[in-house]
């Protein structure tokens, strides 16, 4: 047997073999981890341009609301501190653990209950009511809460799957052996507390 | 079979993961441009809405939905989970658009594709909602706002899109020629033989009745009630 033949031999083996460890490869998680963490960067950066997107349209409406209701400062003081709060905490996909996502929550909620009584003091007014530049601004924020509430749900996904993928096996493998990343955190439900009381009812 | 094996492994592990979602409806497919299961519109009607919608398809997908009840779903849910299965309009315009009607509950939205939330922001969203559908739908006039929704969105959608950007060709040196011939090709093999392994996932994408459905949504838009 010469060399020659040898080599005959051994190149289709070594492509056979070639081909079922890149078959292995890509089930195994060497593909699939940096690109679920690509997807969990992307679904975190819509959530907080989705936050942005609502901070931005709040100082518009505390404006139209003063031009109607000059003595409700005790609401307007109250969404501008919210909203300085919420907007001093930016948190990139890197940094983001359980305590920091926590924090950024409760400001959000601050935020998000704040604006619920800045449109309830509109209650009280009937020309701002029928405002078209209010009307405007509250459909604007509606459909704010709702791409929040999109962003959240897939940023959730994401970071489902993420997790599964480094905690499950075999892909919790290659993870602890090339890529050592950490679990990413949760949201919890919105306002756990507020859900379980059930709601005043005053008259 | 590597990757059976691992599917396998995965249900066994931690189940179905769509099970979970057993008690919501289930998104029907896409059967043309406008999906009545109320029968709030007779055959006419609907149809006239299909030319009107299907003329205008260069700059936008509109598609109607009329459901029966919400069952007790809330209908920002229900649109986006619509639309993120039918996935309409066109993946370089995202300007695909759901009209989405509850007649039982006096609901409706306006879902907005993301290639048209400049043309049509929320607040335009909510003014066709309450002054064109609102008053057509409280006489009744089921078709007649849906008609004028329809056209309107049409229009906006057209003059976003109507005057594309035109490309002006680069003078090609010889070196990039060369490139072109060899290296490119030899590159584009690669990636090929790379996403042989990718395609299998793509494939189960939107379900569409035509040659497009890949629009992205990020739930801009308006609800109302009448």
Redesign the interface.
Known sequence: MTKNSFSKHLTPLFLAGFFIMSLLLTGCGVQSIPQQLNEVEATWAEVQNQFQRRADLIPNLVETVKGFAKQEQGVFVGVTEARAKATSLNISVNDLNEANLKKIQEAQGQLKSALGRLLAVAENYPALKSDQNFRDLQAQLEGTENRITIARQRYIESVKQFNNLITVFPTSLTNSIFFHHEKKPQFAAENLNEIQKPPAVKF | ???IF?FI??AL??GIPESTYAELRAIPTLTGPVIDEAGLLNATEASNLEKVISNNTSHSQIQIWIIKSLENEPI?NLS?RAVETWKLGSAQRDNGVLILVSPSDRKMRIEVGQGLEGAI???F???IV?NIIGPAFRERAYYRGLFLAVSEISEISRREFESPGQTIAAPVSGFEKLLGMFFIPLLFIIMLLVNV??VRNRLAGGNIYGARGSGGF??????GSW
């Not at chain 2, 990020?218 to 609800?223: V, Y």
């Open positions: 079979m590597a990757r691992l492994f995965l592990a931690i920002e986006i922001p929320d607040a969203a909510a003014r309450r392994f990718r990020s739930g801009g838009g308006s609800s």
